[in-house]
């Protein structure tokens, strides 16, 4: 959905809240030009007590993180982010959103360098449905294999959450939509399974559960974090640090994404090859309601992963 269409009025940007069409940079800005910049995608559920924001300072944490190769100084505290955050979304009125803080070498000069450049920052927080559609959460989503392969994390730090780095992403992602699919996997350098365009994967094999560990170029998903533990709580072996070759996803008895935005959407086909009986399977069933029992708030546990934005 376009922006234009949606019921959203105000982004904090450098320290002030700002109409939202004001919220504009110069053209020539480092972080346009050469992609440096970090950001982050956190969603913020409805619940029983209001709005949540899910892992926020595991968010926080990464996103100052991903800053730390780039030296590039991000100048507000954790507290003043998180002020800004949760302001922005009782203004706005929103119920649920998506949360956009995004930090980047701003307008000085345009030397690959960014010496000079001072760093921007600013935090949008709008709606934002099922990424990979509605029905995906259910059926599953139809995936290719893209030709792209991941940057090596010997050639760019793949753990952190770069702007430029989803160039590669968005190739992939674009392939695989144009050729009929919904989303991609990407291998990695090796061709060993690193991730998807925007989430993690897992594989479900006899009962137990793998998933790419850091060395394969991947970013280590917050939703895949929270899978991982949901799943040893529900007494699942899970092997986190699998190396999972292309083959092994065709024989899996199931597949499934995680991100902030796919949240757990599971993976019906791979290269038009069903995957299991090519429908959600029955531990992916187990991990997603697991997944949106929490979130939602259906469930107790885990209360320390929200941050009450009306508190
Ligand atoms: N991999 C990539 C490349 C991503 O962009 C994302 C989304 N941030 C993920 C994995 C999943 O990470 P998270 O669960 O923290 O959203």
């Not at 450098?14 to 440096?36: N, P, Q, R």
């Not at 956190?42 to 190769?69: M, N, Q």
């Not at 060993?192 to 897992?202: I, K, R, S, Y």
Request: glycine share 10%; proline share 4%; charged share 25%.
């Amino acid at each position: 959905m376009s922006f234009a269409e949606m019921d959203v009025d105000t982004i904090w940007m450098d320290g002030e809240f700002v109409d939202w069409d004001d919220a504009k940079i110069h053209v020539l800005t480092h972080g346009l030009h050469y992609g440096s910049g970090v950001f982050e995608g956190v969603r913020c559920y409805d619940t029983e007590d209001g709005p949540a924001i899910f892992r926020w300072d595991e968010h926080l944490d990464r996103l100052y993180a991903s800053a730390k190769p780039y030296d590039l100084d991000i100048d507000y505290s954790r507290e003043e982010l998180t002020a800004a955050t949760t302001e922005l979304i009782r203004r706005q009125g929103l119920e649920s959103c998506y949360v956009r803080p995004i930090a980047f070498y701003g307008y000085d000069s345009l030397g690959v360098s960014p010496a000079g450049c001072p760093t921007q920052v600013a935090i949008a927080c709008w709606p934002w449905g099922t990424y990979l559609g509605e029905e995906a959460l259910a059926e599953g989503v139809d995936v290719m294999i893209s030709s792209w392969r991941k940057h090596a994390s010997s050639q760019i730090p793949t753990n952190a959450k770069t702007t430029g780095l989803y160039v590669n992403s968005m190739l992939a992602g674009e392939e695989a939509r144009r050729n009929g699919y919904v989303e991609a996997i990407v291998l990695n350098k090796e061709g060993n399974v690193a991730e998807g365009p925007g989430e993690n994967v897992f594989l479900v094999r006899d009962g137990e559960i793998y998933t790419p560990g850091l060395a394969e170029s991947i970013l280590d998903g917050i939703t895949r974090q929270t899978v991982i533990t949901l799943a040893r709580e529900r007494g699942y072996t899970v092997h986190h640090n699998a190396s999972i070759s292309r083959g092994e996803l065709y024989t899996a008895d199931e597949l499934f994404f995680t991100g902030s935005a796919a949240e757990v959407t599971p993976i019906r086909t791979v290269d038009d090859t069903k995957i299991g009986r090519g429908t959600r399977g029955p531990v992916t069933e187990d991990l997603q309601s697991a997944f949106f029992d929490l979130v939602e708030r259906r469930v107790d546990d885990h209360d320390e992963w929200f941050h009450y934005v009306n508190e």
